[in-house]
């Protein structure tokens, strides 16, 4: 059975502590694999895909990168407004089947 | 209105009353899903329409009943709930199966 598996559950940083969020998951075939960031009350905010072994991609202070068994989501100097919840899914060859991650909850303190 | 909306965003209702949750893409895609959302748990995929093609059914309760009238609208129809459906709904949209998606606010479920 495929699983997603997210380390920490929770994490408290000081504005400009860099940290690192885990994504390790068990899935046959993995057509992707993606981050998202949901804030309190409101739905998931897309912010990266990445496809293969290897693949880097960065976006501001964040930057996802992923192996074949985990992907990771580094956090640089992190600000008060990187807080949220941060989500990470994996997508089979089913057709847009995601499966979601329990997510890692990130409270950056100024 | 851009991007993903959903309506109503709260909703309390009892457990013998019929209400529908109403979800609105503004992105021209061809794929739309609803997802449950429970405190301290992963989000649940519960259905898929692709061009208005139901392609899964992720064995929810018929409690639960989808509409898909046209690639832009997705509705969720709701009957008899339970307690234990209570919930955020989210409606999410994708240009293809294996494109990203994109999520609306959600809808604050609470059944008494």
């Known amino acids: 059975e495929d699983q997603v598996t997210q380390s920490p559950e929770a994490l408290r940083l000081q504005e400009g502590e860099s940290s690192s969020l885990n994504c390790s998951y068990t899935v046959s075939g993995l057509r992707g694999l993606f981050w998202y960031r949901q804030d309190p009350g409101k739905g998931p905010e897309f912010l990266f895909t990445l496809y293969s072994a290897g693949e880097e991609k960065e976006k501001e202070r964040l930057k996802a990168t992923l192996t074949k068994k985990e992907s990771f989501l580094h956090i640089t100097a992190p600000k008060p407004e990187d807080s949220a919840t941060y989500l990470c899914?994996?997508?089979?060859?089913?057709?847009?089947?995601?499966?979601f991650g329990a997510g890692t909850q990130v409270v950056v303190t100024p | 209105e851009t991007g993903v909306t959903q309506t109503p965003r709260h909703l309390v209702m009892g457990m013998t009353n019929k209400k529908s949750l109403k979800c609105e893409q503004h992105l021209g895609h061809n794929a739309m899903y609803w997802y449950k959302q429970s405190a301290k748990k992963p989000l649940e995929l519960m259905f898929v329409y692709n061009f208005k093609e139901q392609t899964e059914n992720n064995s929810v309760p018929s409690r639960f009943s989808p509409e898909c009238p046209n690639s832009s609208h997705l509705f969720l129809h709701l009957h008899t709930l339970q307690p234990e459906d209570s919930a955020l709904y989210l409606c999410?949209?994708?240009?293809?199966?294996?494109?990203?998606?994109?999520f609306g606010p959600g809808t604050r479920l609470t059944v008494l």
């Open positions: 899914a994996v997508q089979r060859d089913s057709w847009g089947k995601l499966q």
């Open positions: 999410a949209s994708s240009q293809g199966g294996r494109d990203e998606q994109f």
